[in-house]
């Protein structure tokens, strides 16, 4: 296998060069029968998460951006132009498509291997948790790659659009040939991964639970694939398990207090700390982002007016959101702080090596306000105002439910253009999604399910200012099949 150039079987291995398993996985295919063992199952499940990130994706073509002006940043060295236009990215360096693509199938080549061992070898019980793991890390990374490169499923529609190619076995040819599926097709198979996996998870041990797919972590992903689904019992099931009696008490960020009294370098730790109860799964990355974009680098990003429109004003509850980020450049450029990046020496002596982030994929935040988002759906709205409320009260300084909860009346006086009260209570929680996850990459999700339009402004030298709609049906909400993908008969998204 070695020596060939890129499809999604070599992909796979050569993107696997930053895992644990790097050598092991270096030998030719015959050689993987050495996982023979529920300790070496274990060992290569650790490589079953995407070592890349899609925090530039998803963020630079949201509406969590804008561009601060010719002038800001560093043009030259900023990677995220085609981004911000919504153009096809080429190549696959950092934070790109392709390499989220490729970071993703490398996952769930992991995955498959080590299901393929558990079924040769007959491994005892003792090796169902790793199984469990594996099924829910490869539901997880289709899931990511059936999102971001073909179209976002659509509650009661037709789902037969192309969706991506659903891998479950380990490739044991060159030049092996995929099919595409359906977007329908892939989430029945995901769901058929997270059905089987998750109840394999319940009392698995691992020594640093919080990087792996736990029970509560697994529970929490299927919140978001049951939210795009529109299946809100399961929501509501899943998002209930995630702790005892579902109850988010003190489970969630405490952005209002504890991390509210931390220095900008305290926070940057804080928010991927592995013993804290709102973090439910940690990835490290290789990535830049942290760095290149969400700073003074980056042209388009977080700005003043961005700033402005969210943290900078006041929420349905009567109040803002408490802001834990930083400023720059008399305010044009505006640093949310919530990554750490690590860098790996690999000479210390020239000064080079590789960049890494930590990065919370599954919070409990996020599966909180997933549950309110389907108690409202189902017309429950007072457990979801409780579940809205409660998310609110972490974020709010001194909040006050009398003045601070939000009622039925108050969203609909807030949201004008809300025609019932489940849309205004809907748009609620919108806002403070995108106030709670800004530069995690949730906005973009939610801009997919509910069929959001993007406006991005475009400043010129002279101060022109001009303006482009992303549309819900335009094509380059689905980012592009790369290149390489063609080999193995994966066909492009249309343009």
């Given amino acids: 296998m070695k020596g060939l150039k890129i499809y999604i079987s070599v992909v796979i291995l050569s993107a696997l060069s930053l895992s644990s398993c790097e050598k092991y996985l270096e030998q030719e295919p015959d050689m993987r029968t050495e996982i023979n063992t529920v300790d070496k199952v274990a060992k290569l499940v650790t490589s079953a998460y995407p070592g890349y990130g899609y925090l530039a994706m998803a963020e630079t073509y949201s509406d969590n951006v804008n561009d601060k002006g010719p002038n800001s940043g560093a043009p030259l060295l900023d990677p995220y132009v085609d981004l911000y236009r919504w153009n096809d990215i080429a190549g696959s360096g950092n934070n790109t498509p392709t390499q989220y693509w490729n970071g993703c199938y490398a996952a769930i080549a992991s995955a498959n291997q080590a299901l393929a061992s558990i079924d040769e070898f007959k491994l005892d019980k003792s090796v169902l948790p790793y199984k469990g793991e594996a099924l829910v890390a490869r539901a997880y990374a289709h899931f990511m790659l059936v999102t971001y490169f073909a179209k976002a499923y659509q509650i009661g529609k037709d789902n037969s659009s192309p969706g991506i190619p659903y891998v479950t076995q380990p490739e044991k040819i060159a030049l092996q040939q995929y099919e595409r599926g359906t977007v ?237 009260d489940q849309e205004a209570l809907i748009e609620t929680i919108l806002q403070y999604k995108q106030l709670a996850f800004l530069t995690e990459g949730i906005r973009w999700l939610d801009i997919l399910r509910h069929r959001i339009p993007v406006v991005h402004n475009f400043l010129d030298i002279d101060g022109t200012e001009t303006f482009e709609t992303l549309s819900p049906d335009d094509n380059r909400r689905m980012f592009q099949i790369p290149d390489e993908a063609s080999i193995a008969g994966v066909g492009k998204n249309p343009r």
């Fill in 184 to 420: 329908e097709s892939v989430y029945q198979q995901i769901q058929k991964d997270l059905e089987e996996g998750i109840p394999l998870l319940k009392g698995g041990k691992w020594k640093v639970p919080k990087y792996h797919f736990t029970y509560s972590a697994a529970n929490a992903f299927a919140t978001r694939f049951y939210l795009f689904k529109g299946d809100w019992d399961k929501v509501i099931l899943h998002a209930n398990e995630v702790f005892q009696n579902g109850d988010y008490t003190n489970n969630t960020r405490p952005e209002a207090t504890k991390i509210r009294d931390l220095t900008t370098a305290e926070r940057q730790i804080e928010y991927t700390k592995a013993d804290k109860n709102y973090n439910l799964l940690l990835a490290d990355t290789y990535s830049i982002y942290q760095r290149q974009s969400t700073g003074y680098y980056s042209r388009f990003g977080y700005g003043r007016d961005k700033y402005l429109a969210t943290f900078g004003k006041v929420t349905v509850a009567g109040a803002t959101f408490q802001w834990n980020g930083s400023s720059y450049a008399s305010s044009t450029h505006y640093w949310p702080r919530k990554y750490n990046e690590y860098f790996f020496y690999t000479n210390v002596s020239a000064g080079t090596g590789q960049p890494y982030t930590m990065v919370p994929l599954m919070t409990a935040d996020e599966a909180l306000i997933n549950r309110a988002e389907a108690y409202v759906m189902k017309n429950d709205y007072v457990n979801g105002l409780n579940d809205i409320n409660y998310f609110a009260s972490t974020r709010i300084v001194d909040f006050n439910p009398a003045n601070h909860n939000v009622t039925l009346a108050k969203a609909k006086s807030y949201f004008t253009t809300a025609q019932t």
